[in-house]
């Protein structure tokens, strides 16, 4: 089963310059989010989306654009890079049903020069 | 805004220790709380799910305690076993809308053989 996958897994960067994470989950999940994880701290919610063709805001979402075209994808995209995005990014995803459980994809590292 | 908390950030035990890692939350008005596991550069792994209508859920040696009137969750691990040694995420849900949960920063947990 792949659940949720999350492509690349590592990425290095320069500032200013602009990359695309790809998450993709096989589970029919109408929810689906972008976390960033930061040393010493918990999870931060990007941002989200409630279905296909819906996103928002999470806690913290600038510097970041989503789009969620199709069901199954929900990319995140970084326009002009900065060391503070300097991070591990998690997609997660939820059903309907289930009683709200995430599933986390296994994260991607990024590193912003 | 609502704040998670786990106490404590790190904890060492011996083989074979019964512990309870803590997690508390500032805002009661919460529809679930999930634990995950994380493991060094890995993803994070749903371990037990608590709807806010029940007091607890057990799987294999863990067992964790949901009291919402007080903003607790407790995560219970009997006979505790090197291969438990990974960081304890706490997480609660607190918008039917969104879905989205609220992490702590976890408890790092070694267990020496």
């Known amino acids: 089963n792949a659940g949720v996958t999350q492509t690349p897994k590592f990425r290095v960067l320069k500032t200013g310059q602009s990359m695309t994470l790809l998450c993709a989950q096989d589970m029919n999940h109408e929810y689906m989010y972008w976390y960033r994880q930061d040393p010493g701290m918990g999870l931060r919610l990007i941002h989200y989306?409630?279905?296909?063709?819906?996103?928002a805001k999470g806690e913290v979402p600038d510097g970041y654009n989503v789009s969620r075209l199709k069901k199954q994808n929900f990319l995140l995209g970084l326009e002009s890079a900065a060391p503070s995005q300097t991070s591990v990014y998690f997609c997660a995803s939820a059903g309907l049903a289930g009683g709200g459980e995430l599933f986390f994809g296994e994260g991607s590292r990024l590193t912003v020069l | 805004k609502q704040e998670v908390t786990q106490i404590p950030a790190a904890l060492s035990v011996p083989e074979g220790e019964n512990l309870v890692l803590n997690c508390s939350f500032t805002?009661?008005?919460?529809?679930?709380l999930q634990w995950f596991r994380q493991d060094p550069g890995k993803g994070l792994t749903s371990l037990l799910l608590?709807?806010?209508?029940?007091r607890e859920q057990t799987s294999g040696r863990l067992n964790a305690s949901l009291d919402k009137s007080s903003g607790r969750s407790t995560l219970y691990i009997a006979a505790s076993q090197p291969g438990d040694s990974a960081t304890y995420l706490c997480?609660?849900?607190?918008?039917?809308?969104?879905?989205?949960?609220?992490f702590g920063s976890g408890t790092r947990l070694q267990v020496q053989p």
């Open positions: 608590i709807q806010s209508s029940q």
């Open positions: 805002d009661s008005a919460i529809y679930n």
């Open positions: 989306s409630v279905g296909e063709g819906t996103t």
């Open positions: 997480a609660v849900g607190g918008d039917t809308g969104r879905r989205a949960l609220t």
